[in-house]
T-cell receptor, first 113, second 108 residues
Framework: EPEVTQTPSHQVTQMGQEVILRCVPI?????FYWYRQILGQKVEFLVS????????KSEIFDDQFSVERPDGSNFTLKIRSTKLEDSAMYFC???????????FGSGTRLTVV | KNEVEQSPQNLTAQEGEFITINCSYS?????LHWLQQHPGGGIVSLFM???GKKKHGRLIATINIQEKHSSLHITASHPRDSAVYIC??????????FGTGTRLQVFP
């Protein structure tokens, strides 16, 4: 069964450093999403991406965050200057049409120290 | 107030028991999703439904659009069903809005 692949599975970074989280969505999917889950809390929406541009972003997704689809297969989330409160599990998801179900990656656990 | 509410927050059961997890939502939706989150953190989609009922193995999901309520049932529960079950809603091509999850533990 097709999978959404996320790398790395774990990342530890110093506060203030830039991190790039990588995702390879399912190849024929058109809608891409990043979500995050702070430990012990519910999953929160960060950003959705369609047709090579952001279609929606949450208030969490401030100027420190950016997304890119550099080569037609990878979908990346960049955090420019990490803060302690960015520590969370980050999930990538993709959907073929945006309303027929979502496939999630296994997540990247980001720890900012 | 959360747009998606789940109950109970925690649930323990003996192997073989019938389990029900409830979800209520307060917004207009195009679909409701039931997801399973394993202890390692990965999220798996179980069901997407916009009306009626769906069944997959021992799992059954129902939705009542008028009452804005959905239930997930597990028949003949097994320890391997232990996980967090999450209800989420979507509107057309919009993002998912998640509930807080129900932590289920099934003991042998």
């Amino acid at each position: 069964e097709p999978e959404v692949t996320q790398t790395p599975s774990h990342q530890v970074t110093q506060m203030g450093q830039e991190v790039i989280l990588r995702c390879v969505p399912i190849s024929n999917h058109l809608y891409f999403y990043w979500y995050r889950q702070i430990l012990g809390q519910k999953v929160e929406f960060l950003v959705s991406f369609y047709n090579n541009e952001i279609s929606e972003k949450s208030e969490i997704f401030d100027d420190q965050f950016s997304v890119e689809r550099p080569d037609g297969s990878n979908f990346t989330l960049k955090i420019r200057s990490t803060k302690l409160e960015d520590s969370a599990m980050y999930f990538c998801a993709s959907s073929a049409t945006g309303n027929n179900g979502y496939t999630f990656g296994s997540g990247t656990r980001l720890t900012v120290v | 107030k959360n747009e998606v509410e789940q109950s109970p927050q925690n649930l323990t059961a003996q192997e073989g028991e019938f389990i029900t997890i409830n979800c209520s939502y307060s917004v207009g939706i195009s679909a409701l999703h039931w997801l399973q989150q394993h202890p390692g953190g990965g999220i798996v989609s179980l069901f997407m439904l916009s009306s009626g009922k769906k069944k997959h193995g021992r799992l059954i999901a129902t939705i009542n659009i008028q009452e804005k309520h959905s239930s997930l049932h597990i028949t003949a529960s097994h320890p391997r069903d232990s996980a967090v079950y999450i209800c989420a809603v979507s509107r057309n091509t919009d993002k998912l809005i998640f509930g807080t999850g129900t932590r289920l533990q099934v003991f042998p």
